[in-house]
């Protein structure tokens, strides 16, 4: 018979090799079974402890737990290396209004910064608001955190209270992340929040996230960026405060309130002063044209190819994706295209209705352009399973294919999410199913489906949320092969056809 080999027999180095792979929860049943593992194990624990936000509701004993000022034991706080502290007393409570400012919201704001005052070998901070933090107490504990390389700051008051912060902050910061506290009204207008008094001595940020900020060429320049995300944000100089301030970046996701935010005009539902974009894109070319702009993006991100088209950029980008195709006339579309000549382009199929995630798969007459767009060769398109209840997968991808007859399109990848959500309902719970049931068939029909409308086609990928990945592609000698999980991973990354829809920055 075959020897068995027992969990507990293991060596302590393949013990501590096994348990990176390890869910928080197994971790922790193993932690109470033995003292041997409870001694072995527990500093993973720890590490795993601080990689989910602590809510309020929980941080008392999550310090008691870390034994900080305890004497019954060693202090497990130096075994920390992420914390995340959220001020709501629990994961779907809600968040407190900005004045709400109560005994618990101050407590947790202590004991948080207790925590922060010992550990020195944290290296990811996320707070989740910093509303009851003490300004001159928070940037005293940052200053001794030597080893922090990720740092992601909610609901910072937009007064200026919080200003000096990271003033003497000696790490070498690499991923920063600052949301203001948003505007109490709608539609929003010209946040008066400058982030950048907050990021003066921070020379080493090489990706950058920002909400609800305004941005002026005097503000920087930060020239290690090469990762910009803005969402919220005031430009009231244009592109030209983008290519002064970061004259590094090769990714640039713009989303959300550029337009609304720019515009002098009214902007009520979806109707657009076209003149003053006319007018506003006119003005940022001539800046490019006298002082020039970046040679080149590697990505640009932006949430109406409206914005892209007021921006007039004059670069060429790598991949460019546009998240709301639908209700883009045809000539701003193309016009965007041949500004910045992307080699990839991708978009969102599906809106948050189910009913406009039926329509915008089914009618993509924006993307016209890419027939005549000679540049574009890869094609990503991302949506959810909520689709398939509508439409078959063939349909899908043979409605795409609709646009692209005449075009250049080599490559194309459907990523499918999965997606439940407490107000499903009817046939909307089915969807898991469906995507499952169709990952499990043969995607043949669906390839035949889109190389007999795009003679061009090579590759077809589709991408089942968390159930896998297949496609199929021309090989070498000319004929159509099936990809399986691995296979199509391997040339989704290849070919820089990743789902990066969701993109900022994470520790």
């Not at 202090?75 to 959220?86: G, K, M, Q, T």
């Not at 294919?401 to 999410?417: D, F, K, M, N």
């Amino acid at each position: 018979m075959a020897k068995v080999c027992h969990l507990c027999g293991l060596p302590v180095d393949v013990l501590l090799h096994i348990a990176p792979f390890l869910d928080c929860a197994d971790i922790l049943c193993l932690t109470e079974t033995s003292k041997a593992f409870h001694d072995i194990l527990l500093p993973e624990s720890v590490k795993r402890a601080g990689t989910s936000p602590i809510y309020r509701a929980k941080i008392h004993a999550f310090h008691r737990f870390l034994r900080i000022g305890d004497d019954s034991g060693r202090s497990r706080v130096c075994w920390l290396r992420s914390f995340a502290y959220c001020p709501k007393l629990q994961r779907n409570a809600q968040s407190l209004p900005l004045r709400h400012l109560d005994a618990g919201t101050a407590e947790g704001a202590h004991l948080t910064l207790d925590i922060l005052r010992h550990a020195s070998n944290i290296t990811s901070l996320s707070l989740h608001s910093l509303v009851g933090f003490d300004p001159g107490q928070l940037r005293l504990v940052l200053t001794n955190m030597v080893g922090l390389t990720y740092i992601d700051f909610r609901r910072v008051p937009r007064q200026g209270v919080h200003d000096d912060t990271l003033l003497n902050t000696t790490a070498a910061l690499r991923t920063v992340s600052l949301s203001m506290v948003s505007p109490d009204y709608a539609p929003i207008r010209n946040p008066a929040t400058d982030a950048s008094p907050m990021l003066r001595t921070c020379a080493t940020i090489q990706v950058l996230s920002l909400q609800y900020v305004r941005l002026l060429a005097r503000s920087g320049p930060f020239p290690a960026v090469r990762s910009l995300y803005l969402r919220s944000y005031h430009l009231p100089e244009g592109v030209s405060t983008l290519v002064t301030l970061f004259p590094a970046v090769r990714e640039l996701c713009l989303n959300d309130h550029y337009l609304a935010e720019t515009l002098q005009g009214p902007l009520t539902g979806h109707e657009t002063p076209w003149s003053e974009v006319q007018s506003l894109r006119e003005r940022n070319r001539a800046w490019q044209l006298t002082h020039g702009s970046w040679h080149a993006l590697d990505h640009l991100s932006v949430d109406k190819a409206d914005t892209g088209y007021a921006l007039g950029l004059m670069c060429r980008v790598d991949r460019l994706d546009v998240r709301y195709v639908d209700g883009t006339g045809p000539g701003i579309f193309a016009t965007l295209l041949e500004d910045v000549r992307p080699h990839r382009f991708g978009f969102r199929g599906y809106h948050f209705s189910p009913y406009f995630k039926c329509q915008t798969l089914a009618n993509l007459g924006p993307l016209t352009p890419l027939a005549t767009a000679p540049s574009v060769t890869h094609l990503v398109c991302w949506t959810v399973d909520d689709a398939l209840v509508y439409l078959e997968l063939d349909a899908i991808v043979a409605n795409i294919g609709q646009h692209l007859r005449s075009g250049t399109v080599t490559h194309i990848c459907l990523h499918i999410r999965s997606t439940v959500r407490p107000e499903s309902s009817g046939l909307q719970l089915h969807a898991p199913q469906l995507a499952a049931d169709m990952y499990k068939s043969s995607l043949r029909k669906t390839v035949d489906a889109i190389v007999a409308l795009v003679q061009s086609i090579r590759c077809v990928l589709v991408e089942f949320g968390g159930l896998g990945m297949k496609g199929g592609m021309v090989g070498n000698d000319g004929l159509w092969k099936d990809l399986n999980d691995m296979e199509s991973r391997l040339v989704m990354k290849e070919e820089g056809l990743q789902d990066r829809s969701g993109g900022y920055p994470r520790s």
